[in-house]
């Protein structure tokens, strides 16, 4: 069975620091990876997908790279800011349709 | 097209009380997933529908769970003689293609009480 976990479970940083969070998975036999941002009490909005055949991703001020052979996901966001407070998930898709979830980083950035 | 909507927003319910949520995907989308999360863990994967056909089921999908996609567009998920432990956030995604990623719905927080 896929496990993921996601560290650090919560950070604070400062606005204008780098943000780096971590996912790591157990099974390297995954279809992609796609990472979440998560706002209290809402939905799931997508960030980035990967591909299992890419190493990276950018899309503005963000960008996650996987390892897939140590079952690996960071996810960079440049120049943090209040508004990027959230909780981060990262989620694995195996090769069935059921993506595994880590419980998320939990992200707030102090003004 | 906005996304996937995702009707009610909230549900507070007795015990022992039947509840339906509804799901609209992306039109052109044909895959479609349910997804219930506790507070403060991931999404928990519950069931998938490629067109009208239900194709994976979780163990959590008990007996009470039904789902169905009667014309492969929306999607209901009902619960039977509700729990206090169903209480959670439902969520519902959906995807187009084999390698795309999924795009999820605002979900429902379901309470029971």
């Known amino acids: 069975k896929q496990e993921v976990t996601q560290i650090p479970a919560a950070l604070s940083v400062p606005e204008g620091e780098n943000l780096v969070l971590n996912c790591s998975f157990t099974?390297?036999?995954?279809?992609?990876l796609q990472w979440f941002r998560q706002d209290p009490g809402k939905g799931l909005t997508s960030l980035l997908l990967?591909?299992?055949?890419?190493r990276e991703q950018t899309s503005g001020r963000l960008n996650a790279s996987l390892d897939k052979s140590s079952g690996r996901s960071t996810l960079y966001i440049a120049a943090s800011q209040p508004g990027d407070s959230a909780t981060y998930l990262c989620?694995?898709?195996?090769?069935?349709?059921?993506?595994?979830f880590g419980k998320g980083n939990q992200v707030v950035v102090i003004p | 097209d906005t996304g996937v909507s995702q009707d009610p927003r909230h549900k507070i319910t007795k015990r022992g009380q039947n509840v339906t949520f509804r799901c609209d995907p992306i039109?052109?989308?044909?895959?479609l997933y349910w997804y219930r999360q506790t507070l403060g863990q991931g999404p928990e994967f519950l069931t998938y529908?490629?067109?009208?056909?239900?194709?994976?089921k979780s163990r959590l999908l008990s007996d009470r769970f039904s789902a169905e996609r009667p014309k492969g567009s929306f999607s209901t998920l009902e619960i039977q003689r509700t729990e206090q432990g169903d209480s959670a956030m439902y969520l519902c995604?959906?995807?187009?293609?084999?390698?795309?990623?999924?795009?999820f719905g605002s979900g429902t927080r379901l309470t029971v009480v």
């Open positions: 995604a959906s995807s187009f293609l084999e390698g795309d990623g999924y795009t």
């Open positions: 099974d390297s036999a995954i279809y992609n």
């Open positions: 990967i591909q299992s055949s890419q």
């Open positions: 989620a694995v898709r195996p090769g069935n349709n059921r993506l595994a």
């Open positions: 039109s052109e989308h044909n895959r």
């Open positions: 529908f490629q067109n009208e056909a239900q194709l994976e």
